[in-house]
């Protein structure tokens, strides 16, 4: 049945309804309205699942929602709507409508980031969200002087309580979402599957999950059994060499060989719904590269969303100087990619802060952009022969 929409007299162009079917939870208790986390407000532990869904700070977004205001929290969906893309606004609104008169009652959708323990040290990601980045983080304290980097820990390994949802709570649960760090690693979410299983609602429950194929969900399998649809996507930025370099140290031949078993799932479980996705982040290090993965993706996996990194800044693709955005713009066949690299203008400060990182971990993890990604080293070329100095 296809969800209610309002027309456009009774509900803003710019209305969001994360915030009103949606909650992020992360493992250190920052609740936000939506997966992007356009704010995040630390409560603490012992709050009750129902005062943060009713939190002032979610409530006054909502307000502002409700006003036929365009927050300018929300500037990751607004530039991804200005390049074209189908933003996670347009998204939830296509999927649950616009119409919830009964959002008081508690989510539609748990978004759970389940906890900062993960098996790879992503390039665009960052201490907060993998452990396998603290080493790293504080060597480049020690070697360069780079006091309070993106990478050091900044908590301990911890995992989200799945204990803390009252039945109370998922009165109108229809999917739980879960991102980590890597969520297949933290097997203490089984508690929250198995107390939806019990509670009878599994049936009528969307799982999700966001993971780098680095490991199989075999711990967890029987428990999806018994859920009206599960969806598997797969974040895959590069193949081969390049992921690789991006997703060290992860192994290719492995990442293939576990999404094989994931899609052997609907042969083993035939009554569920299963879904599979590769998820391709884009950003400045790959943007003359990306179409290569693109493409097997497609092949693999039927589909491919592009995730366009716009954090941290000097991964942003639009910091490629005007005059190269030029060379390559043609040769883009996706129109988001395309439309996106050119809504503002190059910052040479974050340009070259992103040389500087790369040229960085290049050098401790024993890798070669130049090699990896051939067609954007090219093109950054001319500025990359002008950084030398690593140290802050």
Known sequence: MSKKIHSQDSVCKHYCSSPFISTRQTAWDKISPCAFGPIEVQVDANMPQSERWHHPELNALREKFSAGLRPTECKRCWDEEDAGAQSLRL??????????????QGPKELVIKTTNVCNLACRTCGGWDTSFYWPEGAHYEEIYGATGNDFIQVRDKVYHNSNSYKLSDLVNLEKISFFGGEPLLDKKHAVLLEKIVAADKAKDTTLFYSTNGQQTGKHYEKLWSKFKRVEIFFSIDGIEEQFEYLRWPGNWAK??????WFL????????????FQGTQCVSLINIADYQKTAKWLRKKLNTVHFNIVDHPNHYRMTNLPDFLKAKIVDTIEDSEIKNYLTIESADITELQKMIVWTKRQDIFRNQDYATAFPNTYELLKPYWSMIDNLHE
């Open 255 to 260: 990442t293939v060989k576990n999404i094989d």
């Open 91 to 104: 998204r939830t609104n296509a999927q649950y409508g616009t119409d919830h008169p009964n959002w008081k």
């Open 264 to 275: 052997d799932l609907p042969n083993r479980y035939p009554d569920v719904d299963w879904y």
